[in-house]
């Protein structure tokens, strides 16, 4: 009689665990541990620049932090919303 | 009488809080006989919920990334600005700054972008005195090799795998202004840790990059001050702006802002996210919520003909939406858990990195945000449980009769 | 122990369209008796079904069961009626058509969270009783007339219920069907159940086992 609710429960405790044990993973294997922060802090320490290096198409998405709006205008006005990962990362730090 | 039916009253409401697993089985049979409805919403709603929370855990990741950095960086950055354009600083402003109580340090900086025109790429150049013993005990801690070269320059590794591409193994021939070449040795790289850091930028001496960017000894590119007291660094700002009145100043505070305002729901990807999501979601919910179809009716008014009491019709419409909301919720986020930080989320990086070709890696760093899971949680289950739970009620509350005729 | 106070019940399908399905039903019926309603169609015998199972409540009067206002009963309450006294076999069985005849016959019993033991005994008895066993996982629009009439009897069966109400049963059965039905009518009659079967089939008029015949028109009783 109940064999569908035993079936659903099964489901139901499978995706938990495995939910569990992604989790798990990811916090044993990808999280920023200690000597990758002080690298990082280093690294930043050093070089003295905002802004990761994850959008390099153009000077004012690269350090975002630093440029404003006559930075997109230095190039193009209409060049606004050419590159891809402007759509992402807007909001400048002057608006 | 009436004495007897609240302590019945009473007794069904403690009876209708504990779980019924015949209207748990009921439910799971009613799922079941509109399979193929139930899977195509299912379907939706994973994808849904799977796409919303990828964005989510990026755009965490990446303020995470951003926010435990964000205390190394200058307290005080002041740029020249000319006619609203960003121009060099005269190295000569340096002891003005200095000259303001509180401050502790004032350092010219020399940095740019060149242009690497046969991989169309732009290369972030640093510009550090090499000589110092700070620097040199960083630059080997962080590309791991032993011994330490002031003439040469030290890559990200982005960089280094472009020029390799280009052909350049050990060293790279810099253009200089005036069409002549700047030959520089790679003396080493970034470790893969700093990756998202570093992959763009090329680092080495103040003078190799001023003859790079024919930059004359007496200017900068910007000024970084240090100040004895975080507490002054607001008025030390705004005293710089009064003795320079072309500076932009920016400080330690305006950067953290500026992340905070990063993946701003006001604009751009998440505007276009919301409203894609909640226009699907709406879609599905109008469906739902504008009535049963005359076959679920017909469906409710027989349960209570023979006997199930409103509260039983709702309590097993609870479970059949709760199953396959629950379970939607359950399957995407697993879905983008593994999506993000195990595959580094493909297709949709390329929203993040754009058209560059220096693409770094996509391996974010794993933050737990209870806060995202509960609010794409919100914005799902419940609203999907009441999409089919108040159409019920509407039809349970109506006189059997009158359904079942 | 069931009773009828000058009971009125109107529909009003419009405002200008008011239909009078009983009008001043003064009747009692005893535990145990089989009644016969006959009628032609709209003669309100259906209604009377309607108001003994309180599925719908009277304009004016009063309907009591075994001492109780069954008209005044509330929603909630109505249903916990139904469900502890009523066995209802609609006229076009009212089953659900995608559920097995096991499950269709089950969901009167599935509010009340039972033992799993005592709900398969109860089920297995009364499929058998109702000789429906060996379908008991067929989908129930996969059977014929005749087996989905044993289905929805079952169905109203498995409370255990005082009162059946049976509405124009035989409607969609030939003669031999129908004589099956009126045995299993028998055997309830046995078990001391209060039987009210709504017809106009001239198959049930005049038999032994029938303790009153009521005739009805427009509404009221006639005889």
New interface residues.
């Given amino acids: 009689?109940?064999k569908k609710s035993k079936y659903l429960f099964i489901t139901f405790i499978s995706l938990s665990v495995i939910l569990f044990l992604e989790v798990i993973y990811l916090q044993i294997f990808n999280t920023m541990n200690d000597s990758d922060l002080v690298q990082k802090n280093m690294f930043v320490k050093t070089v003295g620049l905002p802004d990761l290096a994850i959008s390099t198409e153009t000077s004012y998405i690269r350090h975002r932090s630093l440029s404003d709006i006559f930075s997109i205008y230095s190039v193009d006005g209409s060049l606004r919303e050419y590159s891809k990962s402007s759509y992402a990362n807007t909001s400048l730090i002057n608006e | 009488m009436e004495v007897y039916?609240n302590t019945l009253?009473l007794a069904?409401q403690i009876?209708v809080l504990?779980m019924?697993?015949?209207?748990i089985e009921?439910a799971i049979?009613s799922i079941l006989?509109q399979k193929s409805k139930n899977i195509f919403i299912f379907i939706v709603f994973t994808l849904l919920i799977f796409l919303l929370t990828s964005i989510f855990f990026i755009t965490n990741s990446i303020k995470y990334e951003l926010n435990s950095t964000v205390n190394s960086l200058p307290q005080i950055i002041v740029q020249n600005y000319k006619g609203g354009r960003h121009y060099d600083i005269e190295i000569s402003k340096v002891d003005k700054i200095l000259s303001i109580s509180g401050v502790q340090e004032s350092v010219a900086r020399v940095w740019g972008y060149y242009y690497f025109e046969n991989a169309d790429v732009h290369f972030t150049l640093v510009g550090i005195d090499m000589f110092e013993n700070q620097y040199k005990k960083s630059l080997t801690h962080l590309t791991q090799i032993s011994s330490f070269d002031e003439s040469s320059m030290y890559l990200g590794r982005g960089v280094k795998k472009l020029m390799y591409k280009n052909y350049y193994k050990n060293y790279f021939n810099f253009i200089k202004p005036n069409g002549t070449v700047k030959k520089i040795d790679i003396a080493g790289v970034f470790n893969s840790d700093i990756e998202l850091e570093s992959n763009d930028m090329i680092v080495m001496s103040k003078e190799n990059l001023r003859e790079i960017f024919a930059l004359k000894e007496n200017m900068a590119t910007d000024i970084v001050v240090k100040v004895s007291n975080p507490n002054e660094i607001d008025t030390i700002a705004l005293k710089i702006k009064e003795i320079i009145p072309t500076a932009r100043v920016i400080t330690n505070e305006d950067i953290k802002v500026s992340y905070e305002h990063l993946f701003n729901y006001k604009s751009g990807i998440f505007l276009a996210l919301f409203i894609i999501s909640l226009f699907t979601f709406f879609i599905i919910i109008y469906d739902k919520a504008s009535g049963l179809s005359s076959e679920e009716k017909?469906?409710v008014?027989?349960?209570?003909?023979?006997?199930?009491?409103?509260?039983?019709i709702l309590q097993e419409k609870f479970y059949e939406s709760f199953i396959i909301s629950f379970f939607s919720y359950l399957l995407g986020v697993i879905f983008a858990f593994a999506f993000v930080y195990l595959f580094e989320a493909p297709l949709i990086r390329d929203i993040f990195i754009g058209y560059s070709n220096l693409k770094p890696s996509f391996s974010l760093s794993f933050i737990m945000d209870f806060q995202t899971l509960f609010l794409v949680f919100l914005l799902s289950v419940p609203i999907y449980i009441a999409s089919i739970i108040i159409p019920s009620w509407r039809v349970a509350?109506l006189?059997?009769?009158?359904v079942?005729r | 122990m069931i009773t009828f106070k000058n009971v009125t019940k109107t529909y009003e399908i419009n405002t200008n369209n008011i239909i009078q399905a009983v009008e001043n039903i003064d009747i009692t019926f005893k535990e145990g008796e089989v009644i016969l309603l006959k009628g032609a169609s709209g003669s309100g015998k259906s209604s009377i079904l309607?108001l003994i199972?309180a599925?719908?409540k009277p304009t004016s009067g009063e309907v009591i069961v075994d001492s109780k206002k069954i008209s005044k009963l509330s929603?909630?309450?109505a249903?916990?009626y139904?469900?502890?006294n009523?066995g209802?076999i609609?006229q076009k069985y009212?089953?659900?058509p995608?559920?097995s005849v096991k499950?269709n016959i089950?969901?009167?019993?599935?509010?009340?969270?039972l033992k799993?033991d005592d709900?398969?005994i109860k089920l297995n008895t009364v499929m058998q009783k109702f000789s429906i066993f060996h379908k008991k996982d067929i989908i129930v629009k996969n059977l014929s007339g005749g087996e989905q009439q044993r289905v929805a009897i079952a169905?109203s069966y498995i409370?255990e219920p005082k009162i059946i109400l049976a509405d124009e049963p035989t409607a969609n059965l030939d003669k031999k069907l129908s004589e099956k039905f009126i045995e299993i009518m028998k055997e309830l009659k046995e078990m001391n159940k209060t039987i009210i079967i709504a017809t106009h089939d001239p198959l049930f008029f005049g038999l032994e086992f029938i303790d009153r015949e009521i005739e009805m028109s427009d509404g009221k009783i006639i005889v």
């Fill in positions: 009689m109940n | 039916e009253n069904m009876q504990s019924n697993k015949y209207l009921y049979n006989r017909h469906e008014g027989i349960l209570k003909a023979i006997g199930w009491r409103v509260e039983d509350t006189d059997a009769d009158e079942i | 309607s199972a599925l719908s929603d909630n309450f249903s916990i139904r469900r502890d009523i209802f609609f009212n089953l659900i995608t559920l499950d089950l969901l009167p019993l599935v509010p009340l969270n799993a709900v398969e169905r409370n």
